[in-house]
């Protein structure tokens, strides 16, 4: 029995296992995470309340003119073609607001850049922190998805499914080289800059401006990051993972470890639909 149990064990039980040790010693260190924020210092900035919802509403409505333009100025182009021309314009109009974002982050935070949580001399330490993090939450992500799964199909029926993200259904669905290689660009590295930028940067930090408990800037935050994603059926586990990076971001003060931690889940799910 206890040859076939090892047998048994796959590569993926084993990071799962591996992932929840860390996780129930930080329940333990920090009661249940109560004490995890104590002495996390705030971001001292003067920025205005409506400086994050604006730029995402702004970066909308670009990327909606931009789209129906290229649709009305290249009419004929075929299906991948015009999945490229969408994600260039995703990827360019992205990296657009990321400069300009980080360009006024220098008037509206004090230490510039480094009080805004990106200091070049912490990007080793982060990626490793931000890999044990990731590896911590991956089973609790699991264990949501499976949840939301079970009780779709009692409220839906059966047949309810977690539909793919657009994306990845895109990647899996042509074979053009040029448009596998755009998307995975943007999907792994463009797209996590970015969104962190936003909703940890500076809809966590103008949230915690007013809110004396940080838990609560995190939470908030990373509703309206879920809510962000237009698959409500995304949204548990999404909010689950955000919890894990507006964590890691009080915690260490470094936006490059959310950053990291927000590579290295959309890695796995394009390396996963790639593998498949």
């Known amino acids: 029995m206890l040859k076939q149990f090892i047998n048994s064990v796959t590569a993926a039980d084993l990071v799962y296992l591996a992932g929840l040790v860390p996780f129930t010693i930080w329940l333990i260190r920090t009661s249940f995470g109560k004490k995890a924020l104590s002495n996390s210092p705030l971001r001292r900035n003067n920025m205005p309340a409506y400086l994050p919802f604006a730029i995402l509403i702004f970066w909308i409505l670009l990327v909606s003119v931009l789209i129906s333009m290229s649709e009305n100025l290249l009419p004929d182009l075929s299906d991948w073609q015009r999945a490229f021309a969408d994600n260039f314009i995703f990827c360019v109009s992205a990296l657009i607001l990321i400069l300009s974002t980080l360009f006024s982050v220098n008037f509206y935070f004090v230490g510039n850049l480094k009080g805004f949580g990106l200091n070049p001399k912490t990007i080793i330490k982060d990626f490793f922190a931000a890999m044990l993090n990731f590896i911590s939450i ?45 998307i995975i660009v943007t999907t792994i590295f463009v797209v996590p800059v ?27 935050s990373s509703v309206i990051f ?6 409500p059926a995304h949204w548990p586990a999404l909010f689950v993972l955000s919890m894990c990076m507006g964590y890691s971001y009080e915690k260490s003060g470094s936006l490059f ?19 498949q």
């Not at 779709?152 to 657009?166: A, C, K, S, V, W």
């Not at 970015?194 to 908030?220: D, H, N, V």
Request: proline residues 3%; glycine residues 4%; aromatic residues 12%.
């Open 138 to 182: 991956w089973p609790i992500t699991l264990v949501v998805v499976i949840l939301t799964m079970l009780i779709g199909q009692i409220i839906l029926g059966d047949n309810f499914q977690i539909q793919q993200h657009e994306e990845l259904k895109t990647i899996a669905a042509y074979q053009q080289l040029s448009l596998k290689i755009l």
């Open 194 to 220: 970015f969104e962190e930028i936003i909703f940890r940067g500076l809809f966590q930090t103008i949230i915690r401006s007013y809110l004396s408990k940080p838990w609560r800037s995190i939470a908030i």
């Open 226 to 231: 879920a809510m962000f994603h237009e698959n």
């Open 257 to 275: 470890r959310p950053i990291f931690i927000h590579c290295i889940f959309n890695a796995t799910s394009v390396i996963a639909t790639l593998y």
